[in-house]
Nanobody
Framework: VQLQASGGGLVQAGGSLRLSCAASGRTFSNYAMGWFRQAPGKEREFVAT????????YYADSVTGRFTISRDYAKNTIYLQMNSLKPEDTAVYYC???????????????????WGQGTQVTVSS
């Protein structure tokens, strides 16, 4: 499956952004989907995942209550709505897809079946 992430940019602390990740090439509903991020000098980390049905979501503690992951089956797209952004949210955000797995399993794995190209999010203080 091909993943195309978009929506990053520069925003002030306290602001909002919505990231999108469009999937193509395979049956969208067969894939758990997620967002991960990598800040300069740090390892890539889990942000949020959503199940194949969309009924289960998981979030990193650092973003719980501020970020929301969702998916649109008509558009084969997932979203990450990011509110109350903080400078520590600055990173390259990547979307990923895992076939026939759960959102919980995806949240604790380091390896994933497919990755998007990443989109830069910069939050200024």
């Amino acid at each position: 499956v091909q993943l195309q992430a978009s929506g990053g940019g520069l925003v002030q602390a306290g602001g909002s952004l919505r990231l999108s990740c469009a999937a193509s090439g395979r049956t969208f509903s067969n894939y758990a989907m997620g967002w991960f991020r990598q800040a300069p000098g740090k390892e890539r980390e889990f942000v949020a995942t959503i199940s194949r049905s969309g009924g289960s979501t998981y979030y990193a503690d650092s973003v719980t209550g501020r970020f929301t992951i969702s998916r649109d089956y008509a558009k084969n797209t997932i979203y990450l709505q990011m509110n109350s952004l903080k400078p520590e949210d600055t990173a390259v955000y990547y979307c990923a897809a895992d076939r026939l797995t759960t959102a919980l399993a995806m949240s604790i794995k380091n390896q994933h079946d497919y990755w998007g190209q990443g989109t830069q999010v910069t939050v200024s203080s």
